[in-house]
């Protein structure tokens, strides 16, 4: 066997292998899930909650907790987080939204803390979906707010798309987690090999409510020029908020960010008379005449 034929055969025996691998360890890879006992006790100082449990028609159960405001509610903010830990520790984040009186529900993920039934990217959109139903139960979709942070953001855009809430913000949100995955195996045919491609920037078409983008600009896992992209897809919705100087888990950290949350969630919009603006107005430069 010619030398360049066996170092060929060795090559795509390794490929196949790593393929393989990529494959059967990505949930282990994606998902940092902490798991918590039935009989756990949520507490957070100063906030009022409710634990809820939903049963999907597969025999699953998705646990979530119910922030309350301290005054009259305004809605409610469906908040969606990232790949790790569980609501148990993500629930701190309550705050930033019941102070503005806003209900806030966060719900863990199919095996991430009290949550049960097997993973899959239609298993958790359906969770959601009837979550989300729910939700619709107690009151109207004018007064829903769906918020995805990191791996969150997918699914939050995916029921966006499906459903009619009164704004969706995205918080350091990902083109598509094929393409997030594809910076770290680029010779890897990824798009047959990942079982949870999350295609954000497909989903943001069929969105018709407002859509605010949140985003570090040192954010070195989810890149900032992502939320750019992800900013023209429907470009007259989107709004895209910069915190500049912050990474991909530290944005609560910057007064900015809860400046723009105060913005988001406050602000009433205002239509602009763009006739009596500068927007036909074009500079044209004086050509010069040219001796001959």
Known sequence: MPYWLHVTIIILIIYVIISIAIYYLQDYLLFKPEKLPEDFQFYYENQDIEEHNLETRDGAVINGILFKPKGKSKGIVLYL???SKSIKGWGKFAVDFTRHNYNVLMVDYRGFGKSTGRRSQKAIKRDLQEVYNKIKEHTSED???LYGRSLGSGFAAKLASMNYPKMLILDAPYYSLTKVTARYAPFMPLSVLIKYPLPTYKWLKYVQCPIHIIHGTNDTLIPYKTSIKLSQVKPKLTKLHSVIGGGHKNLNNFESYHKMI????????????????????NHVSKKTKTKA
Request: net charge negative.
């Open 81 to 83: 987080k990232g790949n």
């Open 143 to 145: 007064r829903i707010i």
């Open 262 to 281: 105060h913005e988001i969630l406050n602000r009433i919009p205002e239509e602009i008379d763009l006739s009596t603006t500068s927007i036909h107005v």
